[in-house]
Every structure is written in structure tokens, then in C-alpha cells.
């Protein structure tokens, strides 16, 4: 990671300038707040400062402030003042754990899986602008996870292949996922149909996927195929710039697929199927702008969703990996 930025905890707190390059910003709470209630005051009077630096540098990292409790990590990410992005009324395949209304487990996949680079619910029609991250507790090895610039992906893919990103940007991307009748543990992504779509029987998950877009198919064991509308594969930023916002990495390298089915998880929006080539391609890219958050107990980070694709790296050992999530939209 770059070198760390740090700040003395003061209410009169200039938050320095960042330029694109400084990824993630480190701000550390060196000599500062010892309670809650000072870094929340803090947070609310410099929140202009600090929401400026996100937009430039995709990921702000908070070390060394007192958060220890989803409870206090709730009112942390509260004092940016984001619209509410709650885990029930999200679309997301991930099985989730709430542990406050807004804050939530980041993934109950088993450590052994690794969850590959994705815009969060960038595969659904709905999905939030801002993720907020807090480590309890970090993993005794691996764990990381891992941010990406899709900005700067895009930029090369409009250098190096621009005939493929203008194929993404005009027909954008169709997501096919197998969704279990019940929550499944052992999957990154196990969230059941029922919780996904927020209904209690068929008729209703196919009135919902109906008004949603998506077309579905019920299989022998009750799980649901469903296939989304065709979706942007292509996010225009406040700035102006473009970033590569969608979920190919993840889909590509990480989703399941029904056994001796033809269809893949993720194709272009008409259908066509995405040459193997083209996403190894994507994947060798997005390395090249990826670094790891290498957790320590306490801190939190703030993600821009549409400018940075995240992941998290398997874990092993003694200690448990608890990482929690609240999402936000931006307003």
C-alpha cells in the first residue's frame, strides 16, 4: 500500500490533498480521539473534506480511531450522512449476517473461498454507491482485500482494446446465476432465492423477477435460474470520467454454473458469449490496478463503489476474520 498519511485527531483537522495516485488515502489517528463521540464529531465537520478525497482517490482507510463494535462502526459510517442501502432490500447473492439494521457480516463464505474482484451488485439493476468496511478482528494469515481502480481499467482498455470496450459500452452485460432455495453457507454465493427477492413462495419470486426483468427457469432441486436484463457494463462518474463498473472478474473466475449447461454466468447484453481471451484479458488488466487492504483491528474503510471493484482474499488460523459492511447510496 502507499505510505501512510498521518493525522493529528483535532477538531480544526485539515484533511490533506490527495492526488489519483494515492490509493488507498491512510488517515491515522496517531495522537488523537480516545472516545467515539470525538471521532464522530470530527467525521461530521470534516466530512466535506474527507467525501472530496474519496472522489479522487477511490478508498479512504481509517486507522487507529475507536471503533471496536458493529455498534460503533454504525455510527461511524452514520456520520457521513449517506442515504441507507439496507442487506433486505438489496438484490445481492451473498448470504449475510445483520448485526444492526445498517451494518452487517461481509461474507459467510467458508475462508477457504476466495471471492474474486466485482462492483458491488453491479450484476442487478439496483446497487449502492458507497461501502463502508470495519475489521474486528483480522485474519491470523491472508485475508486481505483486495481494490482495484476501474477507472484506470477502463482507461487501458480504451487504449489497448477499444473495439471490446465499445462492444461492452453499447450492448453492456446479461448476469445468469443459480440461486439455492435456502441460504448455503458454503458459497460465496449461497443467498437463497426467497431472501434475494424478498418473497415467500414462486409466485411471488416470479412477479418480482417479472417487474425486475429478468426471465427464469425453475429447476428439479427448487433452485431458481435467473438471467437479468442486459445491465451497463460502463459507470460515467460525477467527474466525467469512465470506469469499468460491472461484475465479469467475479462471474468469470468465481461463479457457479449448472453442470453440463452451456450458458455462462456473465454474457454480453444480447446474448453473445464473451471470448475467453478477451476476459483473461480483464483479469490480467485489473491486476496491474490492484492493492491490498491488509487489515488491523479497528480500522474502516470507505469505498467508492463505482470507481473501485473490491474482493477478499482466503484466510486461515487461529484468529477468526470478522469483517463487517454498511452500504450507502449517495444520497
Known amino acids: 500500500m502507499t505510505p501512510e498519511i498521518f493525522v493529528k485527531a483535532r477538531s480544526t483537522l485539515f484533511i490533506p490533498s490527495m492526488t489519483e495516485n494515492t490509493f488507498p488515502n491512510i488517515i491515522q489517528n496517531t495522537t488523537g480521539f480516545q472516545s467515539l463521540t470525538e471521532t464522530i464529531n470530527w ?23 475507536p471503533v471496536s463494535s458493529a455498534e460503533d462502526f454504525d455510527s461511524f459510517s452514520s456520520a457521513f450522512n449517506y442515504g441507507e442501502f439496507t442487506y433486505q432490500e438489496s438484490l445481492s447473492n451473498a448470504v449475510r449476517i445483520n448485526k444492526t439494521p445498517k451494518v452487517f457480516t461481509a461474507n459467510e463464505a467458508p475462508a477457504d473461498v476466495e471471492i474474486f474482484l466485482h462492483h458491488e451488485m453491479a450484476q442487478t439493476p439496483s446497487y449502492p454507491e458507497k461501502i463502508f468496511f470495519c475489521c474486528l478482528s483480522p485474519a491470523s494469515k491472508g485475508g486481505e482485500t483486495p481494490v482495484c481502480r ?9 487504449e489497448k482494446h477499444p473495439k471490446w470496450l465499445s462492444k461492452f459500452e453499447s450492448l453492456g452485460l446479461k448476469y445468469t446465476t443459480v440461486m439455492p432455495p435456502s441460504d448455503e453457507l458454503n458459497s460465496g454465493q449461497g443467498r437463497g432465492w426467497r431472501s434475494t427477492l424478498s418473497v415467500y413462495d414462486e ?16 429447476l428439479k432441486d427448487k433452485s431458481l435460474l435467473a438471467t437479468s436484463p442486459a445491465l451497463p457494463a460502463i459507470s460515467v462518474l460525477p467527474d466525467g470520467s469512465k470506469s469499468f463498473f460491472n461484475q465479469i472478474i467475479a462471474a468469470y473466475r468465481g461463479w457457479k454454473t449448472l453442470e453440463n449447461s452451456s450458458v455462462p454466468p456473465v454474457t454480453f447484453g444480447n446474448g453473445e458469449f464473451i471470448e475467453e481471451n478477451i476476459l483473461n484479458s480483464i483479469v490480467a488488466i485489473a491486476s496491474r490496478f490492484t ?18 471493484m473490491h474482493g477478499r482474499h482466503s484466510y486461515s488460523g487461529v484468529n477468526k476474520r470478522e469483517v463487517l459492511v454498511s452500504l450507502a447510496r449517495d444520497s
Open 43 to 65: 467525521l461530521q465537520a470534516e466530512s466535506f473534506d474527507l467525501k472530496k478525497n474519496l472522489s479522487t482517490s477511490g478508498v479512504l482507510l481509517f486507522r487507529g480511531f
Open 150 to 158: 476501474s477507472d484506470k481499467v477502463f482507461n487501458e482498455l480504451s
Open 203 to 218: 409466485k411471488e419470486a416470479e412477479e418480482k423477477l417479472k417487474a425486475l426483468g429478468y426471465s427464469w427457469k425453475w
Open 291 to 308: 492493492t491490498l487492504l491488509e487489515w488491523k483491528t479497528g480500522d474502516v474503510a470507505l469505498v467508492d463503489n463505482r470507481r473501485v
